[in-house]
């Protein structure tokens, strides 16, 4: 049985950081792409941050480059989301999620995803 299991949320100040971790397991880890994405109260899911199996390659979309920072490490079956400067519009539950492809994570068609972890940011 596939686990993703996001960690590291919680009540942050504005201008503060956070580090976000998601376990996997029941998967052949280094295989999949990974990705983070977000979703606000009333809003629909975004993706934030997607990286290669290999972690050689990552994917942010405009809104993210230059506070998101994905990576991983597969010999902890572990990918992480560095975000800084957070802003109150940071708020949100953020959810990990894993394919085989680069492209699915992209466009969040992932095959597996996490429960998420909320993410609350004070101005």
């Known amino acids: 049985q596939v686990q993703l299991v996001e960690s590291g949320g919680g009540l942050v100040q504005a201008g503060g950081s956070l580090r976000l971790s998601c376990a996997a397991s029941?998967?052949?880890?280094?295989?999949?792409?990974m990705g983070w994405f977000r979703q606000a109260p009333g809003k629909e899911r975004e993706f934030v941050a997607g990286i290669s199996w290999s972690g050689g390659t990552t994917y942010y979309p405009d809104s993210a480059k230059g506070r998101f920072t994905i990576s991983r490490d597969n010999a902890m079956n572990t990918v992480y989301l560095q975000v800084n400067s957070l802003k109150p519009e940071d708020t949100a539950v953020y959810y990990c999620?894993?394919?085989?492809?680069?492209?699915?994570?992209?466009?969040?068609?992932?095959?597996?995803w996490g429960q998420g972890t909320q993410v609350t940011v004070s101005s």
């Open positions: 999620a894993a394919d085989g492809a680069v492209r699915s994570v992209q466009r969040g068609s992932c095959k597996y």
């Open positions: 029941g998967l052949t880890f280094s295989t999949y792409a």
